[in-house]
C-alpha cells in the first residue's frame, strides 16, 4: 500500500551506482533538513553503455521500490536513466513528482543566457539525444554539439581527476569545444562534477559556463517540494539512507569522493521484477 505523502517524508534519489551521490550531495546542501534515500544499483552499472530498454526496465524496478518506501518525490540522478526512463518512472510514481537530470541541464543552459551550448555524457545519453530535443524545445535557435565520454566514469572511480591520464583522456575528449564555438557546457553524468575544476582550468582563457546539472535539479527540487508545500520544516538535520543492489564494500569504500564524507547507513537490496 502507498504512503501518504508529508513534509517529513523522504526525497527518493536514484543511480545506476556510486556517481549519484554528486547529486544527493547538491540536494543535501540545498535542503539540509530533509532525509533522502538513495538507491545504487551497483549490481548492475554501468547503465551508460547499456540499450534504453534495459535501463528503463532496472529504473522502473528501482521507482517502484522507492515508492514503497514512501518518498515524496523521485530525482533520476543518473542522466543515462534520466534519458531513457523518465517518461515510464513517471508513470511508475503516479502522483510523485519526478525530477531528471536532462530538465534540470536544459534549465541550466537556458538560464546562463548562451546560445551556443556543449554536452558530455555516456554513450547512451548523448546516443538518445535527449539532451539536445529538451535544449532545442525550450529554445529552437540554440547550437547544440555534443559528445560522449566515456572514459571518464572509471576515471572518476578511480580517483583519477588531475593526473596524467586524465588530463590526456580529458584533452581528447574536449579540445573540439575550444574551437566549435560553444558558450556553455553541460556536464551530463552523475561522474562529472569530480572533474568540474579541471575542466574549468582546462579552458582557462576561454569564456565558457560549466552547467552542473546537480545543483540544477537541487534547485528545482528545492522550489518544486516549496509549491507542493511539501518541504521539511524539522531544524534538525536530515539523515541520508543509502541502499545498494551489490555488497556495499566497493560503494562504502568509493562514496566519499562523490558525497565528500563517508554514508552512515548503506543497506544491501536486491531488486524483483
Ligand atoms: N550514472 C551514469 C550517468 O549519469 C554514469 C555511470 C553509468 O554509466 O552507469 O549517466
Redesign the pocket.
Given at each position: 500500500m502507498k504512503k501518504p505523502l508529508t513534509k517529513t517524508s523522504p526525497i527518493g534519489i536514484f543511480?545506476?551506482?556510486i556517481?549519484?551521490l554528486t547529486v544527493a550531495k547538491a540536494v543535501m546542501d540545498a535542503l539540509p533538513n530533509e532525509d533522502i534515500i538513495y538507491f545504487g544499483d551497483s549490481a548492475r552499472?554501468?547503465?551508460?553503455?547499456k540499450s534504453q530498454e534495459t535501463v528503463r526496465n532496472y529504473s522502473n524496478q528501482i521507482a517502484r521500490f522507492l515508492i514503497q518506501k514512501g518518498v515524496k518525490m523521485i530525482i533520476i540522478?543518473?542522466?543515462?536513466?534520466s534519458a531513457a526512463a523518465n517518461d515510464s518512472v513517471q508513470h511508475a510514481a503516479g502522483k510523485v513528482p519526478v525530477l531528471n537530470?536532462i530538465d534540470a541541464g536544459t534549465y541550466g543552459a537556458i538560464r546562463s543566457g548562451k546560445k551556443a551550448i556543449g554536452v558530455i555524457?555516456?554513450l547512451?545519453?548523448i546516443g538518445s539525444g535527449a539532451y539536445e530535443k529538451s535544449l532545442k524545445q525550450a529554445d529552437s535557435s540554440l547550437i547544440v554539439k555534443s559528445k560522449a565520454c566515456p572514459l571518464l566514469?572509471p576515471l572518476a572511480e578511480e580517483g583519477w581527476i588531475d593526473n596524467e591520464v586524465a588530463l590526456k583522456t580529458l584533452d581528447i575528449y574536449l579540445n573540439t569545444f575550444k574551437s566549435n564555438g560553444v558558450e556553455a557546457l553541460i556536464l551530463?553524468?552523475?561522474?562529472y562534477p569530480l572533474f568540474k575544476t579541471v575542466i574549468q582550468d582546462y579552458f582557462n582563457g576561454k569564456k565558457l559556463d560549466i552547467i552542473d546539472s546537480a545543483e540544477a535539479v537541487a534547485a528545482s527540487a528545492k522550489s518544486k517540494l516549496e509549491l507542493k508545500q511539501l518541504l521539511n520544516n524539522s531544524d534538525q538535520p536530515g539523515v541520508l539512507n543509502c541502499y545498494v543492489s551489490d555488497r556495499p564494500q566497493r560503494f562504502y569504500e568509493l562514496a566519499e569522493r562523490f558525497l565528500g564524507r563517508k554514508p552512515e547507513n548503506v543497506f544491501v537490496e536486491s531488486l524483483k521484477d
Open positions: 543511480d545506476s551506482g556517481g549519484g552499472v554501468p547503465y551508460g553503455i540522478a543518473c542522466n543515462t536513466a537530470m555524457g555516456t547512451a545519453t566514469v551530463g553524468c552523475t561522474h
